[in-house]
Structure formats: structure tokens, C-alpha cells
């Protein structure tokens, strides 16, 4: 099991930045495939970035170029970099984990944090 707690949002003009941190503890994070998820309000939950246990990383397409996704696994901690934030990034953003390779399908994924919102205007 692992417990995931996210921090770093806010609100923010566009154009702006941010970086989002989630916290792993109970297990290290180098094991899991992990992932950060993003939901507005009456939309549906979608994937935005996603690092595998080797470190490989895969985007949506509305990420791709302007977010980056890291993890710091001797500290236990995912990060989300947001650069270029546009005011449709605006929403409650998840980091999540998982033992098998969900990508960016966030259904399945088995821990979850509370989320952090985003706000960008």
C-alpha cells in the first residue's frame, strides 16, 4: 500500500507556472507506475502525464511540451511541472499509483491522493 498527498496548487494567471508535488509514504514510488490525473468541474477525470518505473514518460496531448512529469524516488515524490498554464488547466489535480502500467487510463489505478486545485485565469 501506498499513501499519496498532493500540494502545490493555486491559482495562477496564464502563462504562468507551477509545480505539483505528491508525497508517497508507507511504500517507495520506485515500484509503481504513477501518474498525474486532472478533473473541472462536471467533466470527466483524464490523464496528463505519466512515469513509468524506469522513468519513461508519455503526456496528453494537451500537455505535451508544457508539463513534466519527475519523481525523486530516494525522497518518495512525484512532481508535476506546469509551464504555459492556459485557464483550461483549471481543475482538481490526482497524483495516483498503481503496480501495473495503467498509462494514462485513469481508471483502475488503486491509490489515490486527495488532490490539489488548480486555478488558472
Known amino acids: 500500500h501506498v499513501q499519496l498527498v498532493e500540494s502545490g496548487g493555486g491559482s495562477v494567471q496564464a502563462g504562468g507556472s507551477l509545480r505539483l508535488s505528491c508525497v508517497a509514504s508507507g511504500s517507495g514510488i520506485s515500484t509503481f507506475y504513477m501518474g498525474w490525473f486532472r478533473q473541472a468541474p462536471e467533466k470527466e477525470r483524464v490523464g496528463v502525464a505519466f512515469?513509468?518505473?524506469?522513468?519513461?514518460?508519455n503526456y496528453a496531448y494537451s500537455a505535451a511540451g508544457r508539463f513534466t512529469i519527475s519523481k525523486d524516488s530516494a525522497a518518495n515524490v512525484l512532481y508535476l511541472q506546469m509551464n504555459g498554464l492556459k485557464p483550461e488547466d483549471s481543475a482538481m489535480y490526482y497524483c495516483a499509483a498503481d503496480r501495473y502500467n495503467l498509462g494514462l487510463a485513469w481508471r483502475g489505478y488503486s491509490y489515490w491522493g486527495q488532490g490539489t486545485q488548480v486555478t488558472v485565469s
Open positions: 512515469i513509468d518505473t524506469g522513468g519513461a514518460t
